[in-house]
């Protein structure tokens, strides 16, 4: 029986663009599990009552449910050890730091890129929640927090220094072969690609590069996601 | 037989302040090896020629050579596989990723606030080198480097949060107990408490209240270094 995911989806319900599902899809792939998406609405907060929360992803794997991606690949390596994301403990503590790292660094950096294009793909009846709830956090319009993008693009390609770093040493954040921190940083990278048309990276970026090595990884599946 | 480490040194041999130095003390300590150190100074490059190269830390391990902490680190991994501190090929690559991190954000973030400090510390023979090398890096004098640092404070400690996010939910960035990922992070930030009087942390920032367990750590390694 396939895990059931509430994933998040635009108006055009083939458009899935959320950072946080992303990183789930591919430690799903990773592991070879079926996954039955279910596009889901910011608004549609009911229909994931069952979890007592309300934001995705959100899994349901026969009677057991869980939500936060990182609770999601904790649970997913605990249950399905065969073909890791992790490779034990220490591993898994260290990707803790990776996933801290793009949720403070990375999320906020390509929010103030992206997000009023964010706000033109999503579904209709989500608009009011999604200005009113960023508004309220960003303290400003969304336009005003996008403006001047295009001064701060090179500010971000610099925060992405670590991940260069590392990747001018070995294939993939996990080393030879992608680990869930490759995930996590894909997955975080998919939300600009399937929500904007605004390129984030220069084409011959080491991290675009092994970005486009993710794409392919997983019989394509990022590849082959919807872009706006 | 003891490991030999030269070490950088202040005018006082006893003031140990390089973050890179003190990444490798505490992976020595982690796994119990003796280790020499020799005070070493930025000038006396002709001291480890034998290293084909100009940095500290340099190990002799008999007659094994080894330069860079990083190396250091994974050369102490595979020769004495007892007590790890990375935990397997993943958690190793991951760590990477905490490596590039403190070398990208922290050494700069750092240096903008103790760099004047540092040459106040230095023995008078490296000052000439020390203010050439690092106005030439940084396009300012070295008080022009450090001038309000008052005001940058805020945005150094704001560049933790990685960290701290995961002090939330585990006691040290490896998990239950020190791995390497620690050793990266206290090593970095022993360069401040042992060559500047300038506090970075707030008491009850969780960084430091993690840090003050990395000081005691290893019968007090860190502690009991000598400080300005």
Redesign the interface.
């Known amino acids: 029986m396939s895990i059931i995911m509430h994933d998040l989806a635009g108006a055009d319900p083939d458009l899935r663009f959320s950072p946080f599902c992303w990183r789930t899809r591919f430690a799903l792939a990773h592991k070879g599990l079926p996954v039955e998406t279910l596009p889901w609405r910011f608004t549609e907060t009911s229909d994931i009552a069952f979890s007592d929360q309300a934001l995705v992803p959100v899994i349901r794997d026969g009677d057991k449910v869980v939500s936060d991606s990182w609770a999601i690949g904790r649970y997913l390596e605990d249950t399905y050890p065969a073909v890791?994301i992790?490779?034990?403990?220490?591993?898994?503590?260290?990707?803790?730091?990776?996933n801290?790292?793009a949720?403070?660094?990375l999320i906020l950096g390509i929010a103030r890129l992206i997000v009023r294009d964010i706000f033109d793909i999503i579904d209709p009846k989500d608009r009011d929640y999604f200005r009113t709830s960023r508004e309220g956090w960003f303290g400003v319009t969304l336009e005003a927090f996008q403006a001047g993008r295009e001064e701060r693009l090179a500010g971000f390609q610099e925060s992405l220094?670590?991940?260069r770093?590392?990747l001018r040493?070995?294939a993939?954040?996990?080393?030879?072969a992608p680990?869930y921190?490759d995930h996590i940083l894909a997955g975080t990278l998919m939300w600009p690609r399937c929500a904007s048309r605004f390129p984030l990276l220069a084409q011959d970026d080491p991290v675009a590069i092994w970005f486009g090595k993710m794409l392919d990884a997983y019989g394509g599946l990022g590849r082959g996601a919807k872009t706006p």
Chains 1, 2 share one sequence.
């Open positions: 890791p992790f490779g034990g403990p220490q591993a898994r503590a260290h990707a803790r730091f990776i801290a790292w949720d403070s660094v220094s670590p991940a770093l590392v040493h070995q993939f954040l996990g080393g030879t680990s921190a």
